[in-house]
């Protein structure tokens, strides 16, 4: 039995920040990939397009990665992450469909609550993570990751399908809006002045339909995956550049891109669906019960400005305070394992 840790190395080296099947320099023709309804909007604030899980998306800005991943701890960055696959389960047997899917607790959630949980295959191994939202409007909103989009739509229609067949009531649409995260700790702040919703009533992990900047039909989530307090907005496709260009006029806000997406969320110790969790990992193995045997992903932490890590070891060599040698390019380096998150979390709840 493995157990997942989190792992703190020595300055000196450095960690793989990126998959290289998700992301990589553009070198192949532009018109395989796939561009989010903020492409030119990118291109226009000097972002650098990179390959991501077959989307076109800016790995940075001209900021570096370390200002983008400081700026975010200390005010709040926007990220265009309409890569992600969302999709709307409609009818009244929607929550059959979708605890017939994956590990949670779908019938408990109370109207407008979310929950993180795991698509998983037969052998109990994670097919991918997803946050799936008991909407008050009668219909569950699922988010899951870009890498596994034709995967896991595929696995849902299959199963709306099945059911279907069996007289069930249950649907499945494809929602084409982009999605936009604010994420840091004034990002409230900063939204709370396009909206009239009272943004205190919305803790971690709810959402709410509200009208943002003079974008109406938005459906802000307070979550993120940065460790920070902040949100997700579901913008409908037409009034995404204009919803970004009202948050840039706040001087806090400042554009930030996939490479302090990765570190962001490897400093807060969540998991990334392809280096940290895959089918051959279960939830139990893996430290939400989530577990491993070598690096999973790493980077150098900007917070800490110590390089960080996740991985899998034996469950004797899992106690916080132990000392492990870890092999990066062929050189041993010394590193300890950690508690994670490598940084405090920062998410808003009601007190």
């Known amino acids: 039995m493995q157990r997942a840790v989190s792992v703190v190395a020595r300055l000196g080296f450095r960690l793989q920040a990126f998959s290289p099947d998700l992301c990589r320099p553009?070198?192949?023709?532009?018109?395989?990939?796939?561009?989010?309804?903020?492409?030119?909007?990118?291109?226009?604030?000097?972002?650098?397009?990179v390959v991501f899980a077959g989307?076109?998306?800016?790995?940075?800005?001209?900021?570096?990665?370390?200002?983008?991943?400081?700026?975010t701890r200390q005010h709040c960055s926007l990220f265009d992450v309409s890569h992600m696959l969302q999709t709307k389960i409609c009818g009244s047997d929607r929550v059959k469909l979708m605890e017939s899917l994956v590990v949670g607790d779908i019938a408990e959630l109370r109207p407008n609550q979310g929950t993180l949980s795991l698509f998983t295959n037969e052998a109990g191994g994670i097919l991918d993570d997803l946050i799936v939202t008991n909407t008050s409007e009668g219909h569950l909103y699922v988010v899951s990751n870009a890498g596994c989009w034709e995967k896991d739509l595929a696995l849902m229609q299959d199963k709306v399908r099945e059911l279907q067949n069996q007289g069930r009531d249950v649907g499945l649409e494809v929602l084409d809006n982009?999605?936009?995260?604010?994420?840091?700790?004034?990002?409230?702040?900063?939204?709370?002045?396009?909206?009239?919703?009272?943004?205190r009533k919305l803790p971690f992990m709810t959402s709410a339909v509200m009208?943002?900047?003079?974008?109406?039909?938005?459906r802000v989530t307070r979550c993120g995956y940065t460790g920070e307090d902040g949100v997700e907005i579901s913008v409908p496709a037409a009034g995404a550049v204009h919803l970004a260009t009202a948050l840039l006029q706040d001087p806090e806000v400042k554009l930030a891109g996939l490479a302090?997406?990765?570190?962001?969320?490897?400093?807060?110790?969540?998991?990334?669906?392809?280096?940290?969790?895959?089918?051959?990992?279960?939830?139990?193995?893996?430290?939400?019960?989530?577990?491993?045997?070598?690096?999973?992903?790493?980077?150098?932490?900007?917070?800490?400005?110590?390089?960080?890590?996740?991985?899998?070891?034996?469950?004797?060599?899992?106690?916080?305070?132990?000392?492990?040698?870890?092999?990066v390019r062929r050189k041993q380096q010394m590193a300890v394992v950690s508690k994670m998150p490598f940084v405090p979390t920062n998410y808003y709840t009601l007190k």
Not at 33 to 48: E, I, N, S, V
Not at 178 to 199: E, H, I, N, R, S
Not at 288 to 301: A, R
């Open 178 to 199: 982009a999605l936009l995260a604010l994420q840091g700790p004034t990002a409230a702040q900063v939204l709370q002045a396009g909206v009239t919703d009272d943004l």
């Open 55 to 71: 989307w076109s998306l800016p790995v940075q800005y001209r900021d570096s990665h370390t200002d983008s991943h400081l700026h």
């Open 260 to 327: 302090a997406r990765d570190s962001l969320r490897l400093e807060a110790g969540l998991c990334l669906y392809g280096n940290d969790i895959d089918e051959h990992t279960t939830p139990v193995e893996g430290s939400l019960s989530w577990t491993l045997g070598t690096v999973t992903s790493g980077c150098p932490s900007p917070s800490l400005k110590k390089n960080v890590a996740m991985g899998y070891v034996p469950c004797e060599y899992s106690r916080p305070g132990t000392k492990l040698m870890v092999e």
């Open 211 to 218: 009208e943002v900047f003079g974008v109406s039909g938005c």
């Open 26 to 49: 553009l070198s192949f023709a532009q018109d395989l990939l796939r561009r989010t309804p903020l492409y030119d909007f990118h291109l226009a604030h000097g972002g650098k397009m």
